[in-house]
């Protein structure tokens, strides 16, 4: 299953969980283009988009096309090995399963409960810490809800910057600060800023 990198994640999911095949339904709601998803290993506790990468074809800083395996991706939590390669597309390895929409369902379902689903958010701020989570160290530190000009941290799921409308970035990365201030513990950047 071929897909370009410019490709919207969440539609693709829906896409193959339609026609039956199992692979990337763990990664249901989660927003992200293919070749971000790819770049950064997207996914979360349902599982992640390297376990269903077959190939990455990627253009090198030298402007190269290249095929690479999954192990030559160097797939781990959040991160690649890809350094200052483009992803242009990915091959997944799907496979058919008769169960794989109820399990999208299920999974869609506990992310509606648990995180800010339709609003307009870039999903999990933070990697988790070792031995810990970034939502519940937020909410332990008391920054459901804190604000800096049209963002603010989610109510529902702590690790969520949610955008009101008219955010700017200045007022992501100020909220950022305010957290990374109020959390005794290091939190390292989920999403890639460029």
């Not at 995180?115 to 920054?143: D, R, T, V, Y």
Request: charged share 25%; aromatic share 6%; net charge positive.
């Amino acid at each position: 299953f071929h897909v370009g990198a410019g490709y919207n994640l969440a539609r693709l999911v829906k896409e193959t969980v339609a026609e039956g095949l199992a692979g990337l339904e763990c990664l249901a709601g989660v927003p992200a283009a293919v070749g971000g998803a790819v770049r950064m290993n997207a996914g979360g506790r349902h599982g992640e988009i390297a376990g269903a990468i077959r190939t990455v074809d990627v253009m090198t800083p030298e402007g190269e096309l290249r095929r690479l395996s999954r192990a030559e991706v160097g797939f781990r939590y959040r991160a690649t090995e890809l350094k200052g390669a483009l992803v242009v597309a990915a091959d997944f390895d799907l496979r058919p399963d008769p169960a794989v929409q109820e399990r999208y369902d299920a999974i869609l379902g506990d992310k509606k409960r648990s995180q800010p689903l339709g609003s307009h958010n870039a999903g999990c701020m933070f990697k988790n810490p070792p031995g810990g989570h970034a939502g519940k160290l937020i909410e332990e530190h008391g920054l459901k809800g804190e604000r800096v000009g049209a963002a603010h941290v989610s109510r529902k799921h702590a690790n969520f910057i949610v955008n009101d409308g008219g955010a700017s970035a200045d007022d992501i990365f100020r909220l950022i600060d305010v957290i990374r201030r109020r959390v005794p513990v290091p939190l390292e950047l989920e999403v890639l800023t460029w």
